[in-house]
């Protein structure tokens, strides 16, 4: 075992005991879901027995969590960089630990558009804040001012779009990975 195989080792181990806590189970609480004896569970948390596979897998399903997301290594990046599209003023950044999210910010100096069939819907869901100025949500049949501070979220099965009022503003958004296809598919439409 090399030195990084056992840092991965004691991370594993210190991210069981960590979310096991975090949930407020005991030893046997989290056993019992696991199916594994208490000393066996205690003596993996403690590194006094080999960490298998088959068993990491039954503790992140007990745990509520991934394999993946139980065996990643601390080493990766924690400050993520914006990728800029120039082209559409946008910078967005990538969400590391869900790679189908992402987070757009945008400045918007126009207001919505005035015609309804220019409104869009796609699968997914979209989050945003207002950074600066006021925005104009348009969903379905609803108008809605989203002032400086404010957050919206919503399904994009509804047709909607957003614009300035009164002057350019900036906002934050965030995709999951359908809603992210949806508006690169829309902006590809429109060059």
Known sequence: MTQNDGELDSLVRKRIRALRVAQGWSLEELSN?????????????????????????????ALDTTLDQLVETASDDVVISPVIDAAHGLMRWPIKGDPGMSVVRQRMTGPPPDNPARMRAHPGREWLV?????????????????????????????????????????????????????????EAAKE
Request: with cysteine; charged share 25%.
């Open 33 to 61: 879901r696991a199916h594994l004896s208490q000393s066996t569970l205690s003596r993996i948390e403690n590194g006094r027995r080999r960490l298998a596979l088959d068993q990491l897998v039954t503790l992140a399903r």
């Open 130 to 186: 207002v950074l600066s100025g006021t925005a104009v949500l348009l969903l379905g049949h609803r108008r809605l001012r989203v002032e400086t501070n404010q957050a919206a979220e919503f399904p994009t099965m509804l047709p909607h779009a957003i614009g300035a009022e009164g002057g350019p503003c900036e906002i934050l958004g965030i995709f999951d990975r359908d809603a992210r296809r949806g508006h690169q598919r829309d």
